[in-house]
């Protein structure tokens, strides 16, 4: 089996292969694994939020966006003619019903994959800087909180555990917040959220993949697929040929890597930044659990003795840039949410980065049997690919063995 990709569903996806006893290899086209996307993500693995980002309100988010530059959820003007389809497609998804059908889809997964990432945790004693407290969701708006807290009981029947609170219970929870305490109209403290490294976590995951038989190429781009009689039997690279069935977990690259199948994945990059400061110098001070600002799509995550601010989504193609700008803005929330934080930290040795997130026009993940034999996908997993990486792992492992997987995979079927 060749697994495509090395970030953390691609390693995840191997890992799980290698369990079950299926030969694999995995192909990185980089010199190092999880060097993209599973870089410098937000470090939350969050079943509590499994809504797709094409909810009812964003018709009218992404069209404002178009003359506001400093929308957390912003289109650019450029890419408009190269997703007009997909972007159909995305709105169509966005209807409550369809919204709501895929929040349900996305927190079975996460749910399920945050209980097999702790069974992996726990077995291979994998070290990634994680901790269990929670997160924290804050609003500023009383009708966004009541809207959030509609969204978790509908997700309670299935089991989402809340907490719904006000500004004092905010602090209770995160001490840290009490000089944004006034500010806060509401908050959701979600218990079984988890947070870490998603590249140690990757890179620990790998090194016991190996152990168990897995094989890992670097610098090894795939040129193309290699079909036969209407069934995948290997790829082409710049080394050479390699032969065996083929998983494609390549996130934004995947469409591309199909399109010569006539094989259509409705996957575009949503980008998104991050900064990542030290933080051992607050000491006593230091926040305990991820703090996520739901007007803005910005988090606040401790990571060890760093703290990464991340957020934003942003429809710019595949657009690596980092512009000053929008790295301020994620300074401005932090300021916000810990003034008396940020003088503390030296931002000038910051670290700042930018991922292109894969998302789905549904905004759910595509996993299992493609439409041509001898072709599997774990792709499109958008802003939850950490979360839903082991699970979606084990999910795909199952289907290619034959067994029976641990929950209905029908929702992430390519021909849902």
Request: proline share 6%; glycine share 10%; charged share 15%.
């Amino acid at each position: 089996m060749i697994v495509i990709g090395g970030g953390v569903i691609g390693v995840a996806t191997l890992s799980a292969l290698c369990a079950k006893g299926v030969p694999a290899v995995l192909l990185e086209a980089n010199d190092d694994l999880a060097l993209e996307t599973s870089f410098a993500n937000g470090g939350m693995m969050t079943p509590s939020q499994p809504e797709p980002w094409n909810s009812p309100s964003a018709f009218a988010h992404l069209l404002s966006s178009l003359f506001q530059p400093n929308s957390a959820m912003r289109i650019h003007w450029r890419v408009l003619p190269g997703i007009m389809g997909w972007g159909l497609r995305f709105l169509q998804n966005s209807v409550p019903a369809a919204a709501r059908k895929s929040a349900e889809a996305n927190f079975v997964l996460a749910g399920y994959s945050l209980n097999c990432a702790k069974n992996l945790t726990q077995q291979y004693q994998l070290q990634y800087d994680q901790g269990c407290n929670g997160s924290l969701k804050v609003f500023s708006s009383k009708y966004e909180f009541a809207k959030s807290i509609n969204m978790a009981q509908e997700l309670q029947d299935l089991g989402l555990r809340f907490d719904a609170m006000d500004g004092a219970g905010a602090v209770t929870v995160e001490p840290q917040l009490q000089h944004a305490r006034k500010q806060i109209a509401g908050a959701i403290y979600y218990p079984d959220d988890c947070m870490g490294d998603a590249r140690k976590f990757t890179l620990a995951l790998a090194e016991h993949a190996k152990a168990s038989g897995g094989q890992i190429k670097l610098q090894s781009k795939v040129t193309g697929l290699i079909r036969e009689n209407n069934r995948i039997i290997g790829v082409d690279t710049a080394s050479g040929p390699i032969f065996g069935e083929v998983v494609v977990c390549a996130g934004i690259s995947a469409p591309d890597l199909l399109r010569p199948l006539d094989l259509p994945l409705p996957i575009k990059p949503v980008k998104g930044y991050s900064i990542t400061v030290d933080a051992s110098a607050l000491s006593g001070q230091m926040p305990m659990l991820p703090v996520v600002d739901e007007a803005r799509h910005i988090a606040i995550t401790p990571i060890a003795k760093r703290l990464r601010v991340v957020g934003m989504a942003e429809f710019a193609g595949v657009d690596h840039e980092l512009p000053a700008k929008r790295l301020h803005l994620l300074r401005g929330v932090f300021d916000t949410i810990y003034p008396h934080l940020s003088s503390h930290l030296d931002w000038q040795a910051a670290s700042p980065w930018t991922g292109l997130r894969p998302m789905n026009c549904d905004g759910v993940p595509i996993i299992g049997r493609s439409p041509v034999n001898g072709l599997w996908l774990n792709c499109g997993h958008g802003h939850l690919g950490w979360t839903m990486a082991a699970g979606s792992a084990a999910l795909l492992a199952d289907m290619i063995i034959g067994a029976r997987p641990a929950i209905d995979c029908s929702a992430y079927a390519y021909n849902r």
